[in-house]
């Protein structure tokens, strides 16, 4: 389901972008991202779509396809913006986000998160923001609004996909902590990785390649998932994790 892992950087600043800024960029404008999705033809068409940096402003410094790979380019490149998505091998956005928590409370060059990911499921809305991100916006955003909400992130924006913006209003309204899934609670990160795919429809072979770990270990994740959550076989592990919008 993935590409082979690969990762780059390459360190720049902005004298060394244009400064032009058609398609949703502004004259004088610069911003250096990193781009970290598993999928390389994903990451080669957002590099298309907005990486024309005389264009729009915007230069891709480095790319990464899982959590260690995200974290080493991000600290070699100190970008301005991470497009993030969401599901990575290694522990997901989320344990990017924690490992780079010392670069995004860095008040001199702090480095900012938007997620950019297929997912519209509230838990993930919810937890990448918990983690530090500034926004988050779904993978059927065009080029042009892409390239403008990566500019309002840099600026300190918060910026949301409208339907999304509402998960992070109602989970954000009070002070109380919003209600706690006790069921997922008992699910380790690994654990919940691997339940997000199995409900997706992926084979254990498919699972073992996006998550780099053996066959053996998602069989053994698999059997501790269901007897945690006291179900009986993967089709109905699969109708639990819709019902809760994990998928």
Same mark, same amino acid.
Do not use: N, W, Y
């Given at each position: 389901m993935s590409d082979a892992t690969e990762a780059n950087g390459t360190a720049g600043g902005p004298e060394a972008a244009g400064t032009g800024a058609a398609d949703g960029g502004v004259p004088g404008r610069h911003v250096r991202v990193v781009l970290v999705d598993d999928h390389r033809m994903f990451r080669t068409g957002v590099q298309a779509e907005i990486g024309q940096t005389a264009e729009t402003g915007v230069e891709v410094v480095g790319e990464a396809a899982d959590v260690d790979q995200a974290v080493t380019v991000i600290t070699a490149t100190r970008p301005e913006v991470v497009l993030l998505d969401v599901h990575l091998p290694g522990g997901g956005g989320v344990e990017v986000l924690r490992r780079c928590a010392a670069l995004m409370a860095d008040s001199a060059q702090p480095v900012r998160f938007l997620a950019l990911s297929v997912s519209d499921a509230a838990e993930d809305v919810i937890g990448v923001i918990r983690g530090g991100a500034r926004g988050y916006v779904t993978k059927t955003i065009t080029g042009t609004d892409l390239v403008d909400s990566i500019f309002r992130v840099q600026e300190g924006d918060a910026v949301f996909s409208p339907r999304l913006?509402? %998960?992070? !209003? &109602?989970? %954000?309204?009070?002070? &109380?902590?919003?209600?706690? &899934?006790? &069921? !997922?609670d008992r699910l380790t990160q690994r654990e919940r990785e691997v339940l997000r795919l199995i409900a997706r429809g992926y084979a254990y072979k498919e699972i073992a390649k996006q998550l780099f770990i053996s066959v053996k270990t998602v069989e053994s994740h698999v059997s501790a998932v269901l007897r945690k959550l006291q179900l009986s076989n993967r089709h109905e592990l699969t109708r639990w994790a819709t019902a809760r919008r994990l998928v």
């Open positions: 913006a509402g %998960f992070v !209003l &109602d989970a %954000f309204a009070s002070t &109380d902590a919003p209600p706690v &899934d006790e &069921d !997922l």
